[in-house]
């Protein structure tokens, strides 16, 4: 009977340090469409190493880079299905999925880098990120990678120099309406199938961050960037609900925070990789025009202001442009 006893207690209290399932270790795999060297890759790995640290390891962070995990359609579809645990994406590709982020995608929006920031660490931002949880994707925290600039085989300065252009566009519907409104023919391609793209021909032009441009060699098959600066390439750390609303709220507030101090670092990589990757491209061939007819963009661009304004609220897009 003792020995009986004895196993009995024994089970009992291996029952009673039985570690919950929420405090046992776990890996999040977390995927992004840009190269290791990128502005996203080094957000992605200091994110995880945050994560790490605090949670005393039970969450681990495996980060997927170059859209090992599919393209940012494939991912953040995955994140809502919980196929996918966490993506780094762009607010661009966001936006068909989250209708309250596409104001973000209305071109000459911002007036620089603070200003952005400004808003998307503030209020307005933190009122884009609540409308994600309806339509079943949760949003940590808002990053940028720079401004979105233009390249092609040849300058494009005016509206002239648009007319007819394969642009290639994500598939947003307000990136592809103001294009048109510019007089080009904006064609969606999938950014891992773009350089190849360019080389062929199925498109003329392209128009991407300056560390994109360097980090994925756009200079060795497009000759002139024009710094238009007409949007600003915010970015997203996007969790499945599915895995986060499992979590304790302790936990919840880790990855919020880790997401924040990352966020950080891909502005500051941006922003480095910007100012030494203008010498870059010029080294590697690229002329690069700092002016353009902006007056002339906007012009053309009014019916499409127009038709955003209804869609988006007048209102919204003033409190954004207006705001300091």
Request: charged share 20%; net charge neutral.
């Amino acid at each position: 009977m003792k020995v009986f006893a004895f196993a009995a207690a024994l089970l009992g209290a291996a029952l009673a340090f039985k570690p919950n399932p929420s405090q046992a270790q776990q890996t999040l795999r977390l995927g992004h469409n840009i190269s290791a060297t990128s502005p996203y890759h080094l957000a992605a790995e200091q994110f995880g190493r945050l994560v790490a640290e605090r949670s005393g390891n039970r969450i681990r962070i495996q980060v997927f880079p170059a859209g090992a995990l599919g393209n940012e359609r494939d991912m953040i579809e995955g994140a809502q299905l919980g196929t996918i645990d966490m993506v780094v994406t762009s607010s661009a590709a966001a936006g068909p999925f989250v209708p309250a982020l596409r104001i973000l995608d209305v071109p000459f929006m911002f007036r620089d880098p603070t200003h952005a920031r400004a808003v998307l660490d503030g209020a307005i931002g933190q009122e884009l990120l609540a409308a994600m949880p309806a339509r079943n994707l949760v949003g940590l925290a808002w990053g940028d990678i720079g401004f979105r600039h233009m390249t092609a085989n040849k300058p494009l300065r005016t509206t002239d120099d648009m007319r007819g252009l394969k642009l290639r566009s994500q598939n947003n519907p307000i990136h592809l309406a103001a294009y048109r409104a510019l007089g080009a023919q904006p064609t969606v391609v999938g950014f891992n199938e773009l350089y190849a793209a360019l080389q062929t021909g199925v498109v003329d032009a392209n128009e991407q961050p300056i560390s994109i441009h360097v980090a994925s060699r756009f200079f060795e098959v497009q000759k002139h960037l024009t710094l238009t600066g007409h949007l600003v390439a915010s970015a997203l750390f996007v969790i499945s609900p599915s895995v986060f609303n499992r979590l304790p709220a302790a936990d919840q507030e880790i990855l919020r925070v880790a997401a924040r101090e990352a966020s950080a670092t891909m502005r500051k990589a941006a922003d480095d990789q910007d100012a030494a990757g203008l010498a870059t491209l010029r080294e590697r061939g690229m002329t690069i025009a700092d002016s353009f007819d902006r007056d002339g963009f906007l012009k053309a661009l009014e019916p499409a202001f127009a038709e955003f304004g209804r869609e988006l609220g007048e209102a919204n897009i003033r409190r954004i442009r207006e705001a300091r």
